[in-house]
């Protein structure tokens, strides 16, 4: 099928240009990686691969390149919106500034419109996505005939050229509540795609567009924005191969994710975002970071709305661009969640009552279990999967109200697990229940094929249908599902799994699908923060790993998705902090992860299983985040828990205190994240801009003072990190380290690196809770 579009370039300005170490150890650790697949794979004709790849579905982009830019004379000008000033002449393009800052500025001489004629094809399986961008006829000239302005909007007009007939376009400012500009750009109906093409200064850094898993500077790539399953591998070898192999292009890229939307902020303290309010800010996009002058955003569609912000420091520049959202409207994390873990434990009621009075017997603070497989087991190749009938599987646990209500009784919240897919109840063993798939076709509210028939989409073993959210009607009475047979009983919260699998040539109740698939994740959230109102519950805790813009208004919490059971930059642990960091800046404050990772594949050429040190690693890693969960993974089986044995319980059970002991700090730290949008977990560049340490992607804030450095390393016993300046101490060990410059401290299992400047207000505060006098 084919989808319009519209081209839309982004912004960008001057700040010196960041030291790109960091970026080339990550690269040359994935090289390593890459290189020792390599050699496996040689066993493996050369023909054979040849003629493999060539069958493999892959993203195939193409983008406008901006090209010369001419102003009237009698278009220049300068013109004021309160604070706001914008400039247009034929030598720097346009310009706006507000107090004394840019907010936003064209690269010189060069179009900051642009257009294109063409389509948009898409290869859909299980979830994965691959668009195969078709430019008809490029417009990359642009002129700016005419300005026209009154009190509340400037309004630029003007030609794009190229390829085929000439388009007209429209670029209206007006000022943005909270500070800024609104951009609303408008190409007439001969143009599938318009663009907006910003300066910055050569090669400033660029974070963002959604969640990120490769780098979180994102200088020098061409990204595909569409939400999609992640892969399997994402490049850690042979695995990627061999799921490329056996089940068409699963590996993934490093391009692929559960999370991608239009907004961004540069290292030049200025942001760009697409309204979330409006349909088209949720088309397809590529964004084009390839120039290191410029950051372009091509949005298939013709109507492109952008907010433009700016900031004094990095913190500063993501609460305005955040701002709007609005703190009365984003939903905050409840207080429960931070007394302990949340332990997710499968098997059944009796299984759950043993695990749980083990952890609690070795001295593990629990605040919460999360109980997936409470609406039943099935087992298919990739492992053991749920049914997704969302009932409760009453032979699998009997006696449910009980055990929520013993739970409850000593402070355990329970949670469980939903997703906008519905199977076919009648297949399920065991009692009769009601088959939600069949109630849903009858009354209409199924997303359908071309022939008006349910959409059945492969899950891997088993198909499924989606619920049609963009029916008002659906989402009620999806939502109401789920209020009374999700969250009956008792139950908190559940995680919202998936979001990204709308296809592109589906038929909906209401817009188009090209439309509608990355804004799929945000209709999601929307019917869920309904059924925990109609639950009366609303700050019933729900997760997400899709995601798209505006999301935060709806979501208080976010996890990184299917990560593999490895410490890898490309798949595993390392991956997770990369994906946090680059959400965090992107609009999601509150982000986690599964603990030990999910993934775990017998790829026969090696079996990838969770290691005992990667799992104690990760709940080091989590201890210090903003909110700790564990999973058991797709093959609990033969993956390590932390119920294991009594020293995975022991070791498991003092990063839960260590968490726990860090509640009063976090409470702090997760009301400024939930009232600016500022993330918990915070990149180096957010808290000491101008440093060696915020040029550092492997380390990372909690909040403003605590500097953690999570082993990314099978079986070492150091770490090394990059000190802000000041006087650091270990929070742990108490041991104190210079600042400013680039250490290896000793981080044996069980003592994670931590730290805190000396003279920081909290400083005494943990110490006394976490350092050697303490009971951690």
Same mark, same amino acid.
């Given at each position: 099928?084919?989808?319009?579009?519209?081209?839309?370039?982004?912004?960008?300005?001057?700040?010196?240009?960041?030291?790109?170490?960091?970026?080339?150890?990550?690269?040359? /650790?994935? *090289?390593? !990686?890459?290189?020792? +697949?390599?050699? $496996?794979?040689? #066993? @493996?004709?050369?023909?054979? =691969?040849?003629?493999?790849?060539?069958?493999?579905?892959?993203?195939?982009?193409?983008?406008?390149?901006?090209?010369?830019?001419?102003?009237?004379?009698?278009?220049?000008?300068?013109?004021?919106?309160?604070?706001?000033?914008?400039?247009?002449?034929?030598?720097?393009?346009?310009?706006?500034?507000?107090?004394?800052?840019?907010?936003?500025?064209?690269?010189?001489?060069?179009?900051?419109?642009?257009?294109?004629?063409?389509?948009?094809?898409?290869?859909?399986?299980?979830?994965?996505?691959?668009?195969?961008?078709?430019?008809?006829?490029?417009?990359?000239?642009?002129?700016?005939?005419?300005?026209?302005?009154?009190?509340?909007?400037?309004?630029?007009?003007?030609?794009?050229?190229?390829?085929?007939?000439?388009?007209?376009?429209? /670029?209206? *400012?007006? !000022?943005?509540?909270? +500070?800024?500009? $609104?951009?609303? #750009? @408008?190409?007439?109906?001969? =143009?599938?795609?318009?663009?907006?093409?910003?300066?910055?200064?050569?090669?400033?850094?660029?974070?963002?567009?959604?969640?990120?898993?490769?780098?979180?500077?994102?200088?020098?790539?061409?990204?595909?924005?569409?939400?999609?399953?992640?892969?399997?591998?994402?490049?850690?070898?042979?695995?990627?191969?061999?799921?490329?192999?056996?089940?068409?292009?699963?590996?993934?890229?490093?391009?692929?994710?559960?999370?991608?939307?239009?907004?961004?902020?540069?290292?030049?303290?200025?942001?760009?975002?697409?309204?979330?309010?409006?349909?088209?800010?949720?088309?397809?996009?590529?964004?084009?970071?390839?120039?290191?002058?410029?950051?372009?955003?091509?949005?298939?569609?013709?109507?492109?709305?952008?907010?433009?912000?700016?900031?004094?420091?990095?913190?500063?520049?993501?609460?305005?661009?955040?701002?709007?959202?609005?703190?009365?409207?984003?939903?905050?994390?409840?207080?429960?969640?931070?007394?302990g873990s949340i332990v997710g434990l499968q098997g059944g009621t009796d299984m759950v009552r043993r695990e749980v009075a083990e952890l609690k017997e070795a001295g593990a603070e629990i605040s919460g279990v999360w109980l997936q497989d409470w609406t039943g087991q099935r087992t298919t190749s990739f492992g053991d999967r749920l049914w997704w009938t969302w009932q409760l599987d009453e032979e699998r646990y009997p006696g449910w109200k009980g055990l929520v209500a013993d739970l409850a009784?000593?402070?355990?919240?329970?949670?469980?697990?939903?997703?906008?897919?519905?199977?076919?109840?009648?297949?399920?063993?065991?009692?009769?229940?009601?088959?939600?798939?069949?109630?849903?076709?009858?009354?209409?509210?199924?997303?359908?094929?071309?022939?008006?028939?349910?959409?059945?989409?492969?899950?891997?073993?088993?198909?499924?249908?989606?619920?049609?959210?963009?029916?008002?009607?659906?989402?009620?009475?999806?939502?109401?599902?789920?209020?009374?047979?999700?969250?009956?009983?008792?139950?908190?919260?559940?995680?919202?799994?998936?979001?990204?699998?709308?296809?592109?040539?589906?038929?909906?109740?209401?817009?188009?699908?090209?439309?509608?698939?990355?804004?799929?994740?945000?209709?999601?959230?929307?019917?869920?923060?309904?059924?925990?109102?109609?639950?009366?519950?609303?700050?019933?805790?729900?997760?997400?790993?899709?995601?798209?813009?505006?999301?935060?208004?709806?979501?208080?919490?976010?996890?990184?998705?299917?990560?593999?059971?490895?410490?890898?930059?490309?798949?595993?642990?390392?991956?997770?902090?990369?994906?946090?960091?680059?959400?965090?800046?992107?609009?999601?404050?509150?982000?986690?992860?599964?603990?030990?990772?999910?993934?775990?594949?017998?790829?026969?050429?090696?079996?990838?299983?969770?290691?005992?040190?990667?799992?104690?690693?990760?709940?080091?890693?989590?201890?210090?985040?903003?909110?700790?969960?564990?999973?058991?993974?797709?093959?609990?089986?033969?993956?390590?828990?932390?119920?294991?044995?009594?020293?995975?319980?022991?070791?498991?059970?003092?990063?839960?205190?260590?968490?726990?002991?860090?509640?009063?700090?976090?409470?702090?730290?997760?009301?400024?994240?939930?009232?600016?949008?500022?993330?918990?977990?915070?990149?180096?560049?957010?808290?000491?801009?101008?440093?060696?340490?915020?040029?550092?992607?492997?380390?990372?804030?909690?909040?403003?003072?605590?500097?953690?450095?999570?082993?990314?390393?099978?079986?070492?016993?150091?770490?090394?990190?990059?000190?802000?300046?000041?006087?650091?101490?270990?929070?742990?060990?108490?041991?104190?380290?210079?600042?400013?410059?680039?250490?290896?401290?000793?981080?044996?299992?069980?003592?994670?690196?931590?730290?805190?400047?000396?003279?920081?207000?909290?400083?005494?505060?943990?110490?006394?809770?976490?350092?050697?006098?303490?009971?951690?």
């Amino acid at each position: 099928m084919s989808t319009r579009g519209t081209t839309c370039t982004c912004l960008s300005g001057p700040v010196p240009e960041r030291s790109r170490r960091p970026r080339v150890l990550l690269r040359l /650790l994935r *090289l390593r !990686r890459v290189l020792v +697949g390599l050699l $496996v794979l040689a #066993l @493996v004709s050369a023909a054979g =691969v040849l003629v493999f790849h060539a069958t493999l579905p892959e993203d195939d982009l193409d983008t406008v390149r901006p090209g010369r830019l001419t102003v009237a004379g009698d278009a220049e000008g300068s013109w004021t919106l309160g604070p706001v000033t914008i400039r247009v002449t034929d030598e720097s393009g346009l310009v706006v500034e507000e107090g004394g800052r840019t907010v936003w500025a064209a690269d010189p001489g060069v179009a900051f419109v642009t257009g294109s004629r063409g389509s948009v094809d898409w290869q859909e399986h299980r979830g994965y996505f691959w668009p195969t961008v078709q430019l008809r006829e490029r417009l990359p000239v642009q002129s700016v005939d005419e300005v026209s302005a009154n009190r509340r909007r400037v309004v630029i007009a003007g030609s794009l050229s190229g390829e085929g007939d000439d388009a007209d376009y429209t /670029l209206a *400012l007006t !000022r943005r509540a909270g +500070g800024g500009v $609104v951009a609303d #750009l @408008v190409g007439d109906d001969s =143009v599938d795609a318009v663009g907006l093409v910003s300066g910055r200064t050569r090669h400033a850094g660029v974070h963002g567009f959604g969640e990120q898993f490769t780098d979180f500077d994102l200088d020098g790539r061409l990204l595909p924005i569409v939400v999609r399953e992640q892969g399997v591998g994402r490049g850690t070898q042979p695995l990627t191969f061999l799921a490329d192999l056996t089940n068409h292009g699963a590996g993934g890229t490093e391009d692929m994710t559960y999370a991608a939307w239009s907004s961004f902020v540069t290292e030049d303290l200025r942001g760009v975002r697409l309204d979330p309010d409006l349909v088209d800010s949720h088309a397809f996009a590529v964004a084009d970071t390839r120039d290191p002058a410029r950051v372009g955003l091509e949005l298939w569609s013709p109507h492109l709305r952008a907010e433009l912000t700016s900031g004094a420091d990095p913190v500063g520049l993501l609460a305005a661009q955040n701002r709007q959202i609005g703190e009365d409207t984003r939903p905050t994390l409840a207080p429960w969640t931070q007394r302990g873990s949340i332990v997710g434990l499968q098997g059944g009621t009796d299984m759950v009552r043993r695990e749980v009075a083990e952890l609690k017997e070795a001295g593990a603070e629990i605040s919460g279990v999360w109980l997936q497989d409470w609406t039943g087991q099935r087992t298919t190749s990739f492992g053991d999967r749920l049914w997704w009938t969302w009932q409760l599987d009453e032979e699998r646990y009997p006696g449910w109200k009980g055990l929520v209500a013993d739970l409850a009784a000593q402070g355990i919240r329970t949670t469980t697990y939903v997703n906008p897919f519905l199977t076919d109840a009648g297949s399920k063993d065991g009692p009769r229940i009601r088959n939600l798939r069949e109630e849903a076709k009858a009354a209409g509210f199924l997303v359908e094929d071309a022939d008006g028939a349910p959409y059945e989409l492969d899950q891997g073993g088993f198909d499924a249908s989606l619920v049609d959210l963009t029916d008002p009607a659906a989402r009620r009475w999806f939502a109401q599902v789920i209020a009374d047979e999700v969250l009956a009983d008792g139950v908190s919260g559940f995680m919202a799994d998936f979001g990204e699998g709308l296809p592109f040539d589906a038929v909906l109740a209401e817009g188009d699908p090209a439309f509608a698939h990355n804004r799929w994740p945000q209709l999601w959230a929307k019917t869920v923060r309904k059924a925990c109102r109609l639950a009366g519950k609303p700050d019933c805790v729900t997760w997400f790993r899709s995601g798209s813009l505006g999301m935060g208004r709806d979501a208080p919490l976010f996890w990184n998705g299917d990560q593999l059971v490895d410490f890898g930059s490309e798949d595993g642990l390392a991956s997770a902090l990369l994906g946090t960091l680059s959400a965090g800046v992107s609009g999601w404050p509150l982000v986690h992860s599964d603990i030990g990772g999910y993934t775990s594949i017998d790829a026969k050429l090696r079996d990838y299983t969770r290691a005992p040190d990667l799992l104690q690693r990760w709940a080091e890693y989590a201890a210090f985040g903003a909110v700790m969960r564990t999973h058991e993974g797709n093959r609990p089986a033969v993956n390590a828990q932390v119920y294991d044995s009594p020293k995975s319980e022991q070791a498991f059970a003092r990063m839960t205190r260590i968490f726990a002991a860090l509640a009063p700090y976090r409470r702090s730290v997760l009301a400024e994240a939930t009232r600016t949008g500022v993330p918990a977990i915070r990149h180096g560049w957010l808290v000491v801009p101008g440093t060696r340490a915020a040029e550092v992607d492997t380390q990372f804030f909690l909040g403003n003072s605590i500097l953690v450095a999570p082993v990314f390393e099978a079986d070492a016993t150091t770490v090394e990190i990059t000190f802000p300046p000041g006087n650091w101490v270990h929070v742990l060990t108490g041991e104190e380290y210079d600042g400013d410059r680039t250490t290896t401290v000793d981080a044996p299992l069980g003592t994670p690196a931590a730290f805190i400047r000396k003279d920081d207000p909290w400083a005494a505060r943990l110490l006394a809770a976490l350092g050697p006098a303490s009971s951690q």
